[in-house]
């Protein structure tokens, strides 16, 4: 059998075992999938209209519409690149040195080069049809804005398959580079110069700016040069990104085909590229950084001997238990289950790395509304900023609690039948995951909500008002994660890219952003009187409807608090999940 007809195999086996389980998702909860459905349908045609008004908007300011228009899809398409490159990366990794599943097949008559590009593959998937749905309604607003024709979005959706081919290509090499030749100690030497690296940058670039601004001071044309300066990155010729986003500016014009051939070509041919340099590189590295894994597995282990008798006594001294801060919050038994968490959370570079990358990014633009506040001196248009500013924490944070805080349960996994076994309760174990979820999430988004008032110059009162409800918004998204995440577990699966990628997790994500959405609109509405009257109020509940509209988003935000969770309980205690171990 031939590389292509194992690779057939394995694409056939496992489309198969994705339609039975689409099928059963279905048919056991029509409900269920039908709300879920929805929701979807909801969320294309609202983002459809926001993007449709969003470039409208943009396009229609002089002499400089079109260009921040392209200059956006620029930048969206360079997110998109770094975000699916980093995610393929990950969820290989986890898929290809961290599961049994890669043992198993390892064992069987399979060509290992087949193995590597069939779990890229099975990555590329999982990791890139979340950003594709949301960028799908950007397109055809898009699409429409420039009256371009049907034959807009056959391109566009045909140059976006070597698009995906080159950025899971780029992933797959740099995951195979790394594993093969860099040690962890080496791995963490680069992350740190590059973290130091990228603070320097960020400082001088602040520093030059406030230079430029005492001496020239703060002007539209200079702002926007500014804007246009720091995006220079996304339109660089070397990156695949500029590429595509430049053919899909170029059939927007509706030109001749054969005026807008360079870029496609560029595409195909690095697609191809992509693809001969990681089926090489697959046949020659990855068994070899297998083993790697492995025996640095195996060392560590090694490493970890049983403890001699002249060691016993000071290893009970150390290990002697002691009143811990999170022992006299949590109660003993569960400071070792947050401890264990916490050591899990500290080890897994994949998740403390996108936190840092997400909060890290939150902060750097919360500091960045100074200079758009020397711009605002409406009230109304302080407070616009000062929601939007709290919408985008809220979804930033949404995104967090679903991808990180969904799959702590399913985790678990086939050992769950010893902590049940255990004199901890498991309802007692869902609470403090729910509690220290809340409890880190609800610390790092209120310093952003800080530092964005302090930036926006608001008053006292409404930076705590901010501050309040961006705390209401993460008890409720960490509720849902947490409450669905038992709901909707599974067990059996070990990555949690994977866990997400299902149906609980997207009901999650649909779910967060609904909940978002009323929030906001309820919480806007407690301030309409300063969008009326466009005068700042002198006391915090000063309004027609302010108690009013807080007393609905404090009931919603219990409701969605209190429900995942009792119903989380229920199931629970009928021990229903575990008859699937």
């Given at each position: 059998m031939s590389e292509l007809d194992q690779f057939r195999l394995l694409l056939r086996i496992h489309s198969r075992i994705t339609r039975t389980r689409l099928i059963k998702m279905i048919t056991g909860s029509r409900l269920m999938a039908l709300t879920l459905g929805g929701f979807l349908v909801a969320y294309s045609v609202t983002a459809y209209f926001l993007f449709r008004r969003g470039l409208i908007y943009f396009g229609q300011l002089p002499a400089a519409g079109g260009l921040l228009v392209d200059r956006m899809m620029h930048v969206v398409f360079f997110c998109f690149l770094l975000m699916l490159m980093f995610s393929v990366a990950v969820t290989s990794y986890i898929a290809l040195y961290r599961t049994r599943d890669t043992r198993w097949l390892l064992s069987l008559p399979i060509s290992h080069r087949v193995i590597f590009l069939w779990k890229v593959f099975e990555a590329t998937a999982f990791s890139s049809w979340g950003l594709l749905f949301i960028t799908a309604p950007l397109l055809v607003s898009f699409a429409e804005i420039r009256e371009s024709?049907?034959?807009?979005?056959?391109?566009?959706?045909?140059?976006?398959?070597?698009?995906?081919?080159?950025?899971?290509?780029?992933?797959?090499?740099?995951?195979?580079?790394?594993?093969?030749?860099?040690?962890?100690?080496?791995?963490?030497?680069?992350?740190?110069?590059?973290?130091?690296?990228?603070?320097?940058?960020?400082?001088r670039t602040i520093m030059h700016e406030r230079e430029i601004t005492e001496r020239v001071g703060f002007s539209a044309a200079l702002t926007f040069q500014q804007v246009i300066r720091h995006t220079d990155l996304a339109v660089n010729r070397a990156i695949p990104s500029t590429w595509y986003a430049s053919s899909i500016i170029e059939w927007s014009r509706a030109r001749p085909l054969t005026t807008s051939v360079l870029y496609p070509a560029l595409l195909l041919a690095w697609a191809l590229m992509g693809i001969q340099a990681t089926l090489w590189l697959a046949r020659r590295w990855f068994y070899d950084s297998w083993n790697h894994s492995v025996q640095n597995a195996a060392i560590a282990a090694l490493r970890q001997r049983p403890p001699t008798q002249a060691e016993l006594p000071a290893l009970i001294h150390r290990y002697r238990p002691r009143r811990s801060v999170l022992s006299l919050i949590f109660g003993r038994p569960l400071a070792a289950i947050t401890r264990k968490d916490l050591i899990s959370f500290r080890r897994e570079p994949a998740q403390w790395m996108q936190f840092l990358i997400v909060f890290g990014l939150l902060a750097i633009y919360a500091t960045g509304l100074r200079r758009l506040n020397q711009h605002l001196d409406?009230?109304?248009?302080?407070?616009?900023?000062?929601?939007?500013?709290?919408?985008?924490?809220?979804?930033?944070?949404?995104?967090?609690?679903?991808?990180?805080?969904?799959?702590?349960?399913?985790?678990?996994?086939?050992?769950?039948?010893?902590?049940?076994?255990?004199?901890?309760?498991?309802?007692?174990?869902?609470?403090?995951?729910f509690f220290l979820s809340t409890l880190f999430t609800s610390l790092a988004v209120s310093i952003i909500i800080l530092i964005s008032g302090n930036t926006l110059n608001l008053t006292l009162s409404d930076t705590l008002f901010f501050t309040a409800a961006i705390l209401m918004l993460s008890i409720g998204l960490n509720a849902m994660a947490v409450g669905l995440g038992v709901l909707f577990p599974n067990l059996e699966e070990t990555n949690a890219a994977k866990i997400v990628s299902g149906f609980g997790g997207t009901l999650c994500l649909v779910m967060s952003f609904v909940y978002i959405v009323i929030f906001l609109m309820l919480l806007a509405w407690a301030k309409m009187e300063v969008f009326k009257e466009n005068?700042?109020?002198?006391?915090?509940?000063?309004?027609?409807?302010?108690?009013?509209?807080?007393?609905?988003?404090?009931?919603?935000?219990?409701?969605?608090?209190?429900a995942p969770l009792f119903f989380a309980m229920k199931r629970l205690k009928r021990l229903e999940i575990l008859g699937n171990l």
């Open positions: 024709g049907w034959s807009f979005h056959v391109r566009t959706i045909i140059g976006l398959i070597p698009f995906l081919v080159i950025t899971s290509s780029l992933a797959a090499l740099a995951l195979l580079s790394v594993v093969r030749w860099v040690t962890r100690r080496q791995l963490i030497a680069i992350g740190i110069f590059a973290g130091l690296f990228f603070i320097v940058g960020i400082t409406q009230p109304h248009e302080i407070y616009l900023v000062a929601f939007l500013n709290l919408a985008v924490c809220a979804l930033a944070l949404s995104t967090l609690t679903t991808r990180f805080i969904f799959p702590q349960f399913s985790l678990e996994g086939r050992r769950l039948w010893v902590l049940a076994m255990s004199p901890l309760r498991l309802p007692s174990v869902v609470l403090q995951k005068d700042l109020p002198t006391n915090w509940f000063d309004g027609r409807y302010t108690l009013l509209a807080l007393g609905l988003t404090s009931g919603l935000t219990l409701f969605l608090t209190v």
